[in-house]
């Protein structure tokens, strides 16, 4: 099983950037799906950005895409979330989750297509 830990959320201006890393260990990342996802306050969680094993192929929802990047790490282990122009909508706890190659073949955006989450991280856009 791979255990997740997300890091580099917080406070940051509209227009702002952040990174967020996703530390895997207990299994090798490159056995994995890999995907974002956010929840804010009163809302359903929502798929933002995923990338998959093999061919580094990603997915972008649409209200993120241009101003997101996803970008995986496989021999340390990592997968990041550049997120750039960010605006207060973008507020929400934003967690990776992990599906093994062998479940899933191809990025997705539905939460109920992974099997191991992280804890997640606050990111807070606000002047």
């Known amino acids: 099983q791979v255990q997740l830990v997300e890091s580099g959320g917080g406070l940051v201006q509209p227009g702002g950037s952040l990174r967020l890393s996703c530390a895997a260990s207990?299994?090798?990342?490159?056995?994995?799906?890999i995907g974002w996802f956010r929840q804010a306050p009163g809302k359903k969680r929502e798929g933002v950005s995923c990338v998959s094993r093999h061919d580094g192929s990603t997915w972008y929802a649409v209200d993120v895409k241009e101003r997101f990047t996803i970008s995986r790490d496989n021999i340390k282990n990592m997968v990041y979330l550049q997120m750039d122009s960010l605006k207060p909508e973008d507020t929400a706890v934003y967690s990776c989750?992990?599906?093994?190659?062998?479940?899933?073949?191809?990025?997705?955006?539905?939460?109920?297509?992974?099997?191991?989450w992280g804890q997640g991280t606050q990111v807070t856009v606000s002047s």
């Open positions: 207990g299994s090798p990342l490159s056995s994995y799906i």
């Open positions: 989750a992990a599906q093994s190659v062998r479940y899933l073949t191809r990025c997705a955006s539905d939460p109920a297509s992974y099997t191991f």
